[in-house]
């Protein structure tokens, strides 16, 4: 009996696989030892980047994959973590806030309550301390229903509305409930302006609780992707006429997105207000959702990748952007400006010469890095000290820093770094790239056979 020959696009799958295994084991080892060796601050970041990661995700959906401009989910998470902290608050917290001078809680908030809620259905087994945990999963999906049940407000005006005019709704929604949150109307549930604190903190830094969270975020959301209520969301932002021409209900499609999106948001809303121990009105202004738009538009819009990358890049220079905040001498700063130019030319040398683009070094290019050569070589010598001896200090070049990040990608790079596509091992490994199987190279023969009795013959050929 001769053995079957295995197709080679089976081992390319296989080895796929068992990288997808390494890769998860290496994460959950690289987890353990940022929980257990790795400094407080590395933790929280590595938490921060799930975190925001969900909301970057579950905005992608809106955003990148349907096409739809959506500027509030700010809102959307300001309902997720006004819910979860409000139903975690641990007895002693609610008892200060009852007797405090300054609360504005009525006693039904108060009273509102995952831990009273098991005691009162005689479920006493999860009251107690050591099943915080279960009540914290508790809260959070109540936080994402709510906020489930506000997209589904927000998507309705998605039907009639486009383009701008939609992003303007959405971007009004999310501040109308900020605002809402903070008058009298709503201030017996939030506290007004001055909120909560109290939230247990331990989930949202905790890398295990929030990549748990973060890792289901990306398998729902790249299932829906892969599936064919991706792909009808997808003909909805490439041309929503013919998408409708097509079959598909674009009503409906667009409004689940919404809802869908919504819910993740009140989960990473939840985790948000735990990693920062309180809920407070200032966490959920617009700056928010401005950073998921960086991370989504840098990374690669409507790729879940992408997305996450963007995310890393944003965390990274909130976290460790302090020296950009500090005071130095002008000369400092004009140093550093010109090596950031010398090394946007590099870039921009390396990216036309990978695309093929003539001349692969642009006039312009060349322009920037000989001014930042000039500056930086001044800078360096300390020619540049006694004319720029004056200290200043950059408030908010970590905002300035990513805005100048966004205005570069969308003039060189309107798609992010990863465009639509998703991370591939065969990028990586090309002696494992897709090799078609036996039935594809079967059907393509078919094809080219086809082809070769359907095309025009040569002229002079012979009959």
Do not use: C
């Not at 700010?74 to 609360?103: D, K, Q, W």
């Not at 220079?317 to 302090?322: L, S």
Request: avoid cysteine; hydrophobic fraction near 55%.
């Amino acid at each position: 009996m001769t053995e079957r020959p295995r197709p080679s696009g089976q081992r390319g799958v296989t080895l796929r696989r068992l990288l997808n295994i390494a890769s998860a084991a290496a994460l959950l080892v690289a987890l353990y030892l940022v929980s257990t060796q790795g400094s407080v601050k590395l933790g929280q970041v590595f938490a921060l980047f799930a975190v925001w990661g969900i909301a970057t995700v579950s905005l992608n959906l809106i955003n990148g994959v349907t096409g739809i401009l959506s500027l509030g989910h700010h809102g959307f998470m300001l309902i997720g973590g006004y819910v979860t902290g409000l139903l975690m608050l641990p007895e002693a917290a609610r008892e200060n806030l009852r007797f405090s001078a300054r609360n504005s809680l009525s006693d039904f908030a108060i009273g509102l309550s995952v831990e009273r809620w098991m005691s009162a259905l005689g479920l006493d087994a999860l009251a107690t301390p050591e099943t915080i945990g279960v009540r914290f999963v508790i809260a959070l999906l109540l936080g994402g229903l709510l906020a489930a049940v506000f997209g589904l407000v927000v998507g309705f005006p998605s039907l009639r509305l486009r383009g701008d005019y939609l992003a303007v709704v959405t971007f009004a929604f999310g501040e109308v409930i900020r605002l809402l949150a903070s008058t009298p109307l709503l201030a017996s549930y939030t506290n007004g302006a001055l909120g909560f604190a109290g939230v247990p903190s331990g989930f949202g830094k905790s890398v295990w609780w929030t990549f748990g969270a973060l890792a289901i975020t990306v398998f729902v959301f790249a299932r829906l992707k892969k599936g064919s209520y991706g792909r009808a969301l997808q003909g909805i932002r490439e041309d929503e006429i013919a998408a409708e021409a097509m079959g598909v209900n674009v009503a409906y499609h667009k409004v689940l997105a919404f809802v869908i999106s919504a819910f993740f948001a009140g989960v990473a809303g939840g985790l948000w207000v735990s990693w920062v121990g309180t809920a407070r009105l200032d966490l959920f202004l617009f700056s928010l959702t401005f950073y998921f738009l960086v991370a989504i538009s840098v990374g690669g819009t409507g790729s879940i990748t992408g997305a996450l990358i963007g995310t890393a890049l944003v965390v990274w220079v909130r976290q460790y952007g302090d020296p950009l905040e500090q005071a130095y001498p002008l000369a400092t700063w004009a140093g550093a400006a010109g090596a950031v130019l010398v090394v946007a030319a590099l870039l921009g040398y390396l990216y036309r010469r990978n695309r093929r683009m003539r001349p692969a070094l642009h006039p312009l290019a060349v322009g920037a890095a000989a001014v930042g050569l000039v500056v930086a070589a001044l800078s360096l010598f300390g020619v540049l000290d006694e004319a720029l001896a004056r200290r200043w200090q950059g408030f908010g070049m970590r905002a300035i820093a990513l805005s100048v990040l966004l205005v570069v990608i969308m003039v060189f790079k309107p798609a992010g770094i990863m465009g639509r596509r998703e991370f591939e091992w065969t990028w990586l490994l090309r002696d494992a790239r897709d090799v078609p199987t036996e039935e594809e190279r079967r059907q393509d023969a078919w094809l080219e056979a086809g082809a070769g009795a359907t095309a025009p013959r040569p002229r002079g050929a012979e009959e």
